[in-house]
């Protein structure tokens, strides 16, 4: 019963603030919705039992990517809105189009997977008792996960020194 | 008023919404930077579905390749910010329709 108020409050401030996100014209307004949704997710997290997941969340997104945007908001500091110009409606409707139809293909396969009994997935070997979600997940990315996280670690890098000379000003 | 248990189709469906909504915001919105976070929003709505079938399967891994996404999208947000500062510099502007010089 809890878990299900939770559920739904999280669930409607998640799709309220994207929607905020989306159709709000200030671009720092936009990043600070971003923000709470971004807090949202990480609660959601929470209820997942994904409680890593979570912390990983607030410090990157809600800590590092956002300041990023913030920042560029901030240095590009535009006079006019770039949305000031009307017209291309009919890719607005496209867009709504393209997204309703989207979100209906997903609702019909979950409804049709829904139907369907429960199909035997093998679910893994639970994890041991009393190791934390954070042991259980740190074990995996040093063992089975160990040479995606190094190419994960070389990907940081690139992009690091990628925007680094991309955001330089010419010498 | 009587709540049904939270299933995992209940995160599937607001992870659907949540990607719904990025969709329209790439698709509506003229600012890239808006565009970007619209991405952003997507991208969490695939994580809502990774770590909602780690918890269903009892299996870590989806937390793993969750945290995989987030490092992907730090580094997308790195360099598309970087891109997008550059392209400030040259042009003035960051309406994607006048990003139009490489368009045939």
Redesign the interface.
């Known amino acids: 019963m809890l878990e299900s108020i939770v559920f739904y409050t999280l669930a409607t401030l998640i799709i309220a603030f994207g929607v905020l996100v989306v159709t709000t014209r200030n671009t720092v307004h936009c990043v600070l919705f971003l923000v709470a949704n971004f807090l949202c997710v990480a609660m959601v997290y929470v209820l997942l039992a994904a409680e890593f997941l979570a912390i990983i969340q607030i410090l990157v997104y809600a800590g590092g990517i956002v300041v990023l945007y913030l920042f560029v908001v901030m240095l590009v500091n535009l006079q006019r809105p770039a949305d000031a110009v009307p017209g291309r409606r009919r890719q607005s409707r496209a867009g709504f189009v393209l997204a309703a139809v989207m979100l209906a293909e997903i609702s019909a396969i979950l409804v049709f997977s829904a139907a369907k009994p429960a199909s035997a997935v093998a679910s893994a070997a639970p994890a041991p008792a009393g190791l934390g979600n954070t042991q259980v997940v740190g074990m995996l990315l040093y063992s089975d996960y160990l040479v995606p996280f190094e190419v994960a670690s070389v990907l940081l890098l690139v992009a690091m020194v990628g925007a680094i000379i991309l955001a330089r000003k010419e010498a | 008023m009587t ?4 299933t995992p ?6 992870s ?19 565009i ?3 991405i ?2 997507m991208l ?1 709505a695939v ?2 579905n990774l ?2 079938f ?2 269903q ?5 989806g ?2 390749f ?3 996404v ?10 598309g ?6 392209f ?2 040259n042009k003035e ?3 994607v ?1 006048e990003m139009n010089t490489m368009r045939w």
């Open positions: 709540l049904t248990p939270i189709y209940h995160y599937l469906v607001l659907a919404a949540l990607f719904s909504i990025g969709i329209v915001g790439v698709m509506i919105r003229r600012n890239i930077i808006v970007l976070m619209s952003e929003l969490n994580n809502i770590a909602a780690s918890y399967l009892h299996n870590a891994a937390q793993v969750a945290i995989f987030i490092a992907v999208a730090a580094a997308e947000a790195a360099v910010l970087g891109i997008i500062l550059a400030y510099r502007t960051l309406n329709d």
